[in-house]
Protein backbone atom coordinates (compact mmCIF):
# COMPACT_ATOMS: atom_id res chain seq x y z
CA UNK A 1 0.00 0.00 0.00
CA UNK A 2 1.30 3.82 -0.66
CA UNK A 3 2.33 5.82 2.15
CA UNK A 4 1.40 9.42 2.13
CA UNK A 5 3.64 12.37 3.88
CA UNK A 6 2.82 15.28 5.10
CA UNK A 7 5.02 17.55 6.51
CA UNK A 8 4.14 17.25 10.23
CA UNK A 9 4.26 20.65 11.44
CA UNK A 10 4.22 24.24 9.97
CA UNK A 11 4.12 27.63 11.46
CA UNK A 12 3.21 30.58 9.39
CA UNK A 13 2.85 34.47 10.79
CA UNK A 14 -0.39 36.14 11.07
CA UNK A 15 -1.04 37.11 7.14
CA UNK A 16 2.01 35.11 5.67
CA UNK A 17 1.75 32.62 3.70
CA UNK A 18 2.61 28.69 3.68
CA UNK A 19 2.32 25.75 1.30
CA UNK A 20 1.91 22.63 2.81
CA UNK A 21 2.59 19.08 0.73
CA UNK A 22 1.46 15.97 0.20
CA UNK A 23 3.91 13.43 -1.92
CA UNK A 24 3.11 9.57 -2.70
CA UNK A 25 5.92 6.97 -2.45
CA UNK A 26 4.70 6.02 -5.46
CA UNK A 27 5.91 8.62 -7.57
CA UNK A 28 4.47 12.05 -9.20
CA UNK A 29 1.44 13.34 -7.30
CA UNK A 30 -0.88 13.68 -10.24
CA UNK A 31 -4.76 14.77 -11.10
CA UNK A 32 -5.61 11.07 -11.20
CA UNK A 33 -4.62 11.22 -7.78
CA UNK A 34 -7.58 13.54 -7.31
CA UNK A 35 -6.23 14.90 -4.30
CA UNK A 36 -8.56 16.23 -1.54
CA UNK A 37 -7.33 18.78 1.14
CA UNK A 38 -8.93 18.70 4.66
CA UNK A 39 -9.20 20.78 7.37
CA UNK A 40 -9.81 20.01 11.09
CA UNK A 41 -10.00 21.52 14.37
CA UNK A 42 -10.13 19.93 17.76
CA UNK A 43 -13.25 18.55 18.80
CA UNK A 44 -14.37 19.37 14.73
CA UNK A 45 -14.93 16.88 12.32
CA UNK A 46 -13.28 17.20 8.95
CA UNK A 47 -14.27 19.40 6.80
CA UNK A 48 -13.18 19.39 2.98
CA UNK A 49 -11.41 22.72 1.64
CA UNK A 50 -9.89 21.34 -1.79
CA UNK A 51 -11.21 18.82 -3.84
CA UNK A 52 -9.45 17.04 -7.15
CA UNK A 53 -6.16 19.45 -6.61
CA UNK A 54 -7.34 22.78 -6.93
CA UNK A 55 -11.61 22.39 -6.47
CA UNK A 56 -12.87 24.71 -3.38
CA UNK A 57 -16.36 24.50 -1.84
CA UNK A 58 -18.88 27.21 -1.07
CA UNK A 59 -17.27 27.75 2.35
CA UNK A 60 -13.59 27.46 1.44
CA UNK A 61 -12.14 30.72 2.22
CA UNK A 62 -10.49 32.19 -0.59
CA UNK A 63 -7.33 32.39 0.45
CA UNK A 64 -6.92 28.62 0.34
CA UNK A 65 -5.78 27.24 -2.76
CA UNK A 66 -4.56 23.85 -3.91
CA UNK A 67 -2.28 22.59 -6.93
CA UNK A 68 -0.01 20.11 -7.99
CA UNK A 69 3.53 21.59 -7.06
CA UNK A 70 7.06 19.32 -8.06
CA UNK A 71 5.30 16.21 -7.69
CA UNK A 72 3.25 16.92 -4.76
CA UNK A 73 -0.23 18.37 -4.41
CA UNK A 74 -0.05 21.41 -2.56
CA UNK A 75 -2.19 23.29 -0.27
CA UNK A 76 -1.24 27.10 0.03
CA UNK A 77 -2.68 29.35 2.27
CA UNK A 78 -1.96 33.23 1.45
CA UNK A 79 -2.73 35.98 4.28
CA UNK A 80 -3.11 33.30 7.77
CA UNK A 81 -5.52 34.21 9.89
CA UNK A 82 -5.50 33.10 14.02
CA UNK A 83 -8.84 30.86 12.77
CA UNK A 84 -6.19 28.62 10.12
CA UNK A 85 -4.61 27.43 12.99
CA UNK A 86 -6.07 23.66 12.50
CA UNK A 87 -4.79 19.96 11.59
CA UNK A 88 -4.45 19.54 7.75
CA UNK A 89 -4.97 15.92 6.29
CA UNK A 90 -4.55 14.95 2.20
CA UNK A 91 -6.05 12.38 0.31
CA UNK A 92 -4.97 10.39 -2.25
CA UNK A 93 -6.77 7.93 -4.84
CA UNK A 94 -4.85 5.24 -5.81
CA UNK A 95 -6.28 2.44 -8.05
CA UNK A 96 -9.10 1.13 -5.80
CA UNK A 97 -8.05 2.86 -2.51
CA UNK A 98 -8.05 5.56 -0.53
CA UNK A 99 -4.99 6.84 1.57
CA UNK A 100 -4.83 9.86 3.75
CA UNK A 101 -1.41 11.56 4.82
CA UNK A 102 -0.64 11.87 8.17
CA UNK A 103 -1.49 15.39 8.69
CA UNK A 104 0.12 18.61 8.84
CA UNK A 105 -0.23 20.53 12.82
CA UNK A 106 -0.54 24.31 11.56
CA UNK A 107 0.27 27.08 13.79
CA UNK A 108 -0.49 30.55 13.02
CA UNK A 109 2.01 32.23 15.31
CA UNK B 1 -27.63 20.87 0.41
CA UNK B 2 -25.71 17.87 1.02
CA UNK B 3 -26.28 16.13 4.57
CA UNK B 4 -24.98 13.15 6.27
CA UNK B 5 -26.50 11.65 9.49
CA UNK B 6 -25.13 9.26 10.89
CA UNK B 7 -26.52 6.76 13.83
CA UNK B 8 -25.36 3.46 16.09
CA UNK B 9 -24.37 2.83 19.09
CA UNK B 10 -21.07 4.47 21.11
CA UNK B 11 -20.24 1.24 23.09
CA UNK B 12 -19.35 -2.30 21.73
CA UNK B 13 -18.03 -5.56 23.40
CA UNK B 14 -14.93 -7.00 22.48
CA UNK B 15 -15.44 -9.61 19.83
CA UNK B 16 -18.24 -7.85 18.70
CA UNK B 17 -19.65 -6.04 15.51
CA UNK B 18 -19.36 -2.40 15.30
CA UNK B 19 -22.25 -1.66 13.22
CA UNK B 20 -22.92 2.71 12.08
CA UNK B 21 -25.53 3.68 9.47
CA UNK B 22 -25.34 6.92 7.26
CA UNK B 23 -27.86 8.75 6.34
CA UNK B 24 -27.99 10.96 3.38
CA UNK B 25 -29.64 13.81 2.08
CA UNK B 26 -29.19 16.31 -1.21
CA UNK B 27 -27.51 13.61 -2.69
CA UNK B 28 -27.75 10.33 -4.68
CA UNK B 29 -26.74 6.93 -2.74
CA UNK B 30 -26.31 5.48 -5.77
CA UNK B 31 -23.86 7.39 -7.26
CA UNK B 32 -20.08 8.05 -6.67
CA UNK B 33 -18.08 6.84 -3.76
CA UNK B 34 -19.90 6.46 0.22
CA UNK B 35 -17.23 5.75 2.36
CA UNK B 36 -16.24 4.96 6.02
CA UNK B 37 -13.75 6.69 7.51
CA UNK B 38 -11.79 6.29 11.24
CA UNK B 39 -9.53 8.54 13.56
CA UNK B 40 -8.49 7.26 16.83
CA UNK B 41 -7.75 9.05 19.47
CA UNK B 42 -5.75 11.65 19.24
CA UNK B 43 -4.26 9.72 15.99
CA UNK B 44 -4.57 10.31 12.02
CA UNK B 45 -7.28 9.83 10.06
CA UNK B 46 -7.45 6.26 8.33
CA UNK B 47 -9.59 5.36 5.02
CA UNK B 48 -11.75 2.00 5.72
CA UNK B 49 -13.29 1.48 2.44
CA UNK B 50 -16.16 2.49 0.37
CA UNK B 51 -19.07 1.57 -2.00
CA UNK B 52 -18.89 2.75 -5.32
CA UNK B 53 -22.04 3.52 -7.53
CA UNK B 54 -24.01 1.45 -5.39
CA UNK B 55 -22.31 -1.82 -5.96
CA UNK B 56 -18.87 -1.60 -6.15
CA UNK B 57 -16.92 -2.20 -3.13
CA UNK B 58 -13.01 -1.61 -1.66
CA UNK B 59 -11.42 -2.06 1.79
CA UNK B 60 -8.48 -0.98 3.42
CA UNK B 61 -6.18 -4.20 3.22
CA UNK B 62 -5.38 -4.22 6.70
CA UNK B 63 -9.51 -4.16 7.63
CA UNK B 64 -10.83 -6.17 4.59
CA UNK B 65 -10.94 -9.22 5.89
CA UNK B 66 -13.29 -7.70 9.06
CA UNK B 67 -15.02 -5.01 7.33
CA UNK B 68 -18.76 -4.63 5.11
CA UNK B 69 -20.21 -1.66 3.79
CA UNK B 70 -23.45 -2.09 2.02
CA UNK B 71 -26.04 0.26 0.63
CA UNK B 72 -30.05 0.95 0.91
CA UNK B 73 -31.11 2.70 -1.73
CA UNK B 74 -34.70 2.56 -0.64
CA UNK B 75 -33.76 3.95 2.42
CA UNK B 76 -30.92 6.65 1.11
CA UNK B 77 -28.78 4.90 3.88
CA UNK B 78 -25.48 3.03 3.68
CA UNK B 79 -23.63 0.97 6.48
CA UNK B 80 -20.44 -0.28 7.99
CA UNK B 81 -20.15 -3.86 9.32
CA UNK B 82 -17.13 -4.04 11.31
CA UNK B 83 -16.08 -7.30 12.85
CA UNK B 84 -14.34 -8.87 15.78
CA UNK B 85 -13.69 -5.77 17.22
CA UNK B 86 -10.96 -5.12 20.12
CA UNK B 87 -9.80 -2.37 21.94
CA UNK B 88 -7.83 -0.94 18.85
CA UNK B 89 -10.77 -0.27 17.00
CA UNK B 90 -11.53 2.31 19.54
CA UNK B 91 -11.88 5.67 16.83
CA UNK B 92 -14.25 8.23 15.87
CA UNK B 93 -16.00 6.84 12.68
CA UNK B 94 -16.71 9.14 9.97
CA UNK B 95 -19.23 8.65 7.19
CA UNK B 96 -17.89 10.93 4.00
CA UNK B 97 -19.52 11.35 0.06
CA UNK B 98 -16.89 11.80 -2.73
CA UNK B 99 -18.22 12.97 -5.85
CA UNK B 100 -17.52 16.16 -8.29
CA UNK B 101 -19.65 17.94 -6.30
CA UNK B 102 -16.61 17.75 -3.27
CA UNK B 103 -16.20 15.99 -0.31
CA UNK B 104 -19.32 15.95 2.53
CA UNK B 105 -18.74 14.59 6.02
CA UNK B 106 -21.17 13.18 8.24
CA UNK B 107 -20.58 13.97 12.11
CA UNK B 108 -18.69 11.55 13.06
CA UNK B 109 -19.77 8.67 15.67
CA UNK B 110 -17.19 8.06 19.00
CA UNK B 111 -17.15 4.29 19.16
CA UNK B 112 -15.62 2.93 22.58
CA UNK B 113 -14.90 -0.85 22.46
CA UNK B 114 -14.91 -2.00 26.13
CA UNK B 115 -16.68 -4.46 27.84
Known amino acids: QAVVTQEPSLTVSPGGTVTLTCASSTGAVTSGHYPYWFQQKPGQAPRTLIY???NKHSWTPARFSGSLFGGKAALTLSGAQPEDEAEYFCLLSYTGARVFGGGTKLTVL | QVQLQQSGPGLVKPSETLSLTCTVSGGSIRSYFWSWIRQPPGKGLEWIGY???????YYNSSLKSRSTISIDTSKNQFSLELTSVTAADTAVYYC?????????WGQGTLVTVSS
Open chain 2, 96 to 104: VWQSPRGGY
Open chain 2, 51 to 57: IYNSEIT
Open chain 1, 52 to 54: DTS
